[in-house]
T-cell receptor, first 113, second 113 residues
Framework: RKEVEQDPGPFNVPEGATVAFNCTYS??????FFWYRQDCRKEPKLLMS???SGNEDGRFTAQLNRASQYISLLIRDSKLSDSATYLC??????????????FGQGTTLQVKP | EAGVTQFPSHSVIEKGQTVTLRCDPI?????LYWYRRVMGKEIKFLLH????????ESGMPNNRFLAERTGGTYSTLKVQPAELEDSGVYFC???????????FGEGSRLTVL
């Protein structure tokens, strides 16, 4: 079983739609969670951290469900520029190396006009 | 401010040859990481430097891979001799603090024929 699992998609949605991605992680002791975004043939970039209480950044909302060990990302009012691959990222507990990120395979989003 | 830069952007070599990838982190970033994405798989951690010291090299696949960071500035990752399964995109990342926000370079795409 992969440490971080995501539905690879692709998710094809029209502009203005709301879309949600889920991600599950296997290590119940994991403490830190993130969503990174990667454009085609570009580098991954941090989109947002995910906090236990849930957090919002403009049109983006991230949620964490520790009991079910899943993380979600909700994008409202999708823009063409949101088209990218969204990477679910976990830092396993006990790792003194907090740059040792565990990546999911990524979920591809394509927003159509 | 310049981001993380990697060279070469793309390298095509024959099986058995040697390739050296270079990474220049963001100035002042003590933490430097190497990650790799093999086609169809998730991005995986290779190793972590703090300044010139190897903090964690648990992700290095085998002894054909050698990473160095002399002087604590730029880093090199040498693959010798290269095998077909080494093909993929090698990402370098750097950070100041252990917060989970890594700044990635655009990657070096390695193709071994």
């Amino acid at each position: 079983r992969k440490e971080v699992e995501q539905d690879p998609g692709p998710f094809n949605v029209p502009e203005g739609a709301t879309v949600a991605f889920n991600c599950t992680y296997s290590n119940s002791a994991s403490q830190s969670f993130f969503w990174y975004r990667q454009d085609c043939r570009k580098e991954p970039k941090l989109l947002m951290s995910v906090y236990s209480s849930g957090n919002e950044d403009g049109r983006f909302t991230a949620q964490l469900n520790r009991a079910s060990q899943y993380i979600s990302l909700l994008i409202r009012d999708s823009k063409l520029s949101d088209s990218a691959t969204y990477l679910c990222v976990v830092i396993p507990d006990g790792s003194s190396n907090t740059g040792k990120l565990i990546f999911g395979q990524g979920t591809t989003l394509q927003v159509k006009p | 401010e310049a981001g993380v830069t990697q060279f070469p952007s793309h390298s095509v070599i024959e099986k058995g040859q040697t390739v050296t990838l270079r990474c220049d982190p963001i100035s002042g970033h003590d933490n430097l990481y190497w990650y790799r994405r093999v086609m169809g798989k998730e991005i995986k951690f290779l190793l972590h430097f703090v300044k010139e010291s190897k903090q964690d090299e648990s992700g290095m696949p085998n002894n054909r891979f050698l990473a160095e960071r002399t002087g604590g500035t730029y880093s090199t990752l040498k693959v010798q001799p290269a095998e077909l399964e080494d093909s993929g995109v090698y990402f370098c990342a750097s950070s100041t603090l252990n917060t989970g926000e890594l700044f990635f370079g655009e990657g070096s795409r390695l193709t071994v024929l």
